[in-house]
């Protein structure tokens, strides 16, 4: 990378943590350029080399945080619909520590963007993430346990709207629980004592 690609590269973190920052104070919709601008410490018009508008900025933060979710798991674990189908049944577990542990340590690293995150789901574009993953993750894994298919989404939806009230709770109490705590609490929420 040349020192050009490099600058640019640091502004636009610099945008992505601003916009990131503001959405601990307020909805997107009333963040101004103005306002993102002083909190990067940039000019406005370094903000037009980069984004035609905010929701530019938006689409690139969005991005942004979920690379830097990617990277708390030590290995990739893309599972494509041929991979889970080929995957045994008992290796189909994501409620193990080893998905857990990345997850509840990269909120733990990043409470206050987790929790913009969580305050502002359809500003991130949460249910498209959810339908992709749904496609392409869940509804195959759900078929290889035989789940109706009428039912899958119900159980989806259960299951990730308890995994964040779990989370949210956690953050409402500042983390306190260790990691391993409250992966020890989302199995026994799962499958019992």
Request: aromatic fraction near 16%; charge should be negative.
């Amino acid at each position: 990378m040349n020192k050009s690609e490099s600058k640019y590269f640091n502004t636009a973190i610099r945008f992505d943590k601003a916009l990131l920052s503001l959405l601990e104070e307020k909805p997107f919709d009333y963040i101004t350029i103005k306002e993102l601008c002083e909190r990067a410490g940039v000019s406005r018009s370094t903000f037009y080399l980069h984004y035609q508008n905010t929701a530019d900025l938006l689409q690139e933060a969005t991005q942004y945080v979920l690379e830097q979710f990617l990277s708390y798991f030590p290995e990739k674990r893309e599972m494509a619909e041929d991979t889970v189908r080929a995957t045994p049944l008992d290796e189909l577990n994501f409620t193990t520590d080893a998905y857990l542990l990345p997850y509840l340590s990269y909120i733990k690293e990043n409470q206050k963007i987790f929790s913009a995150v969580l305050s502002h789901p359809s500003t991130f574009r949460f249910p498209d993430l959810f339908q992709q993953l749904f496609d392409h993750i869940f509804d195959p894994i759900l078929d290889r346990f035989q789940y109706p298919e009428e039912e899958r989404k119900y159980v989806m939806m259960f299951y990730l709207n308890g995994l964040t009230a779990i989370v949210t709770q956690w953050l409402n109490d500042n983390c306190q629980k260790s990691t391993e705590e409250v992966s020890l609490i989302i199995r026994h929420c799962i499958f019992g004592h």
